[in-house]
Nanobody, 122 residues
């Protein structure tokens, strides 16, 4: 069973950048399809980005496309989420998640981190 720990969140100003990290322990991250999700206050958790097992393919929500880049370093057992040109609508708790198979939806992800808070002030 893999454990996921996110870090890198914080309070930033609109227009700033942040890089979130998700470090896995208890197993090799290379066998997992990885996703990033976020949940804003009063809203449902939503998809942000995903990356296939060896980083060949990436996927993004329309709301972040062009501003966010997901990447992974399997040697470091880490997945990253680079976020640029942040705005107030990006304020949320960000979660990484892992699935051994390509998930059809977020319910099919097997493992979740505890989340890291990103707050963007305008």
């Amino acid at each position: 069973q893999v454990q996921l720990v996110e870090s890198g969140g914080g309070l930033v100003q609109a227009g700033d950048s942040l890089r979130l990290s998700c470090v896995a322990s208890g197993g090799s991250i290379s066998i997992y399809y990885m996703g990033w999700f976020r949940q804003a206050p009063g809203k449902e958790r939503e998809f942000v980005a995903a990356i296939t097992w060896y980083g060949i393919s990436t996927y993004y929500a329309d709301s972040v496309k062009g501003r966010v880049t997901v990447s992974r370093d399997n040697n470091k057992n880490t997945v990253y989420l680079q976020m640029d040109r942040l705005n107030a609508e990006d304020t949320a708790v960000y979660y990484c998640a892992a699935s051994r198979v390509r998930p059809a939806n977020q319910a099919e992800y097997e493992y979740w981190g505890q989340g890291t808070q990103v707050t963007v002030s305008s």
